[in-house]
């Protein structure tokens, strides 16, 4: 191997490392682990708007890693945990959002669809 295709190689890899930890960071620094969405999941929690899910339930831990660090302020009812409170609220189904008047959705909802169904604004800059 001549060194034209050596240092080839070596800028390849390099270029494919330096990108590599580029996503990292860049994922790192997403607004749902900064907090930015706090508001929004405490403004869920102010109009009563459960999620009802399960630890083992894939769909369940993708909306709770939408929310990032702000899902701890939406109120959420682990059903493996409260049992009697999922069977009182007739749970089928695993992620279920349930209002306070009695509309539920089941189902995995991204952000900007739950924000439309509950009438609570996401960050300005969400998504961009």
């Keep these: 191997m001549d060194k034209k295709t050596l240092w080839a190689i070596i800028g390849s890899g390099g270029l494919v490392l330096v990108l590599a930890i580029g996503l990292v ?29 399960t630890k083992t339930c894939s769909w369940c831990r993708k909306q709770k890693e939408d929310f990032g660090d702000s899902f701890q302020y939406v109120k959420y009812v682990e059903c493996s945990v409260e049992t009697q409170k999922c069977i009182d609220q007739k749970i089928q189904g695993t992620p279920t959002w349930i209002w306070p008047d009695g509309k539920r959705i089941e189902s995995y909802l991204p ?10 604004p996401l960050p300005e800059n969400f998504g961009k």
């Design 25 to 53: 960071v860049w994922q790192g620094n997403s607004p749902a682990d900064s907090g930015a969405l706090d508001n929004f999941a405490k403004c869920l929690a102010e109009k009563n708007i459960e999620m009802y899910g």
């Design 111 to 120: 952000l900007e669809k739950l924000s439309q169904e509950s009438n609570c």
